[in-house]
């Protein structure tokens, strides 16, 4: 089993929609969590980071963390096609590892 | 502000021939690493360096060496180039190791024929 894994779709959704990204995990030591946005051959960008369990919101963006479950989330409202990208989740602990763990990603296309 | 900074963007390298390629920050950040990111296979950790003076093996460091110059400038040096390293290679820095998020370049394209 994977530490981080990702539904690496593609997604597709009407412009407009409520999009749904989700990783799991299985390391519980995992304290710190992130997700980034990617377009298509740049770097990946970081969109929202959160500690511990609970709920982030920022602009239309808005990111979840149930620890207990070992879920998180990320939720985008009013979708854009600019919002079409490749979307990484990414977390680490502070004594574990040597860094960031990476979920591969999914693909969301937003379509007008 | 330009963050992290790879250079070159893209490379076309014969097989067995050498390169470097260079990445600095100016955010102050103490961590920087370097990742490349194959499709299918996520980002995939190649060497990191925790603070200045300090550089550690990751996911997949065979092939590859790295040199924290200073604070700002972390390289990444290929010394025999092979085909299974066409990839695409991201610096990225932070402020510590743990627990602080993580900033990317933009990438290096590297095609080795």
């Known amino acids: 089993q994977k530490e981080v894994e990702q539904d690496p779709g593609p997604l597709s959704v009407p412009e407009g929609a409520i999009v749904s990204l989700n990783c799991t995990y299985s390391n519980s030591a995992f304290q710190y969590f992130m997700w980034y946005r990617q377009y298509s051959r740049k770097g990946p960008e970081l969109l929202m980071y959160t500690y511990s369990s609970g709920n982030k919101e920022d602009g239309r963006f808005t990111a979840q963390v149930d620890k207990s479950s070992k879920y998180i989330s990320l939720f985008i409202r009013d979708s854009q096609p600019s919002d079409s990208a490749t979307y990484l989740c990414a977390m680490s602990a502070m004594n574990y590892g040597q860094n960031f763990v990476f979920g591969p990603g999914t693909r969301l296309s937003v379509l007008p | 502000n330009a963050g992290v900074t790879q250079t070159p963007k893209f490379q076309v390298l014969k097989t067995g021939q050498s390169m470097t390629l260079q990445c600095a920050q100016d955010m102050n950040h103490n961590s920087m690493y370097w990742y490349r990111q194959d499709p299918g296979m996520g980002l995939r950790l190649i060497y990191y360096s925790a603070s200045e003076g300090t550089t550690d093996k990751g996911e997949v460091p065979n092939g590859y060496n790295v040199s924290r110059l200073n604070k700002r400038e972390f390289s990444l040096r290929l010394e025999s180039a092979a085909p299974s390293q066409t990839s695409v290679y991201f610096c990225?820095?932070?402020?510590?190791?743990?627990?602080?998020?993580?900033?990317f370049g933009q990438g290096t394209r590297l095609t080795v024929v």
């Open positions: 990225a820095s932070s402020e510590a190791l743990r627990g602080t998020e993580a900033f």
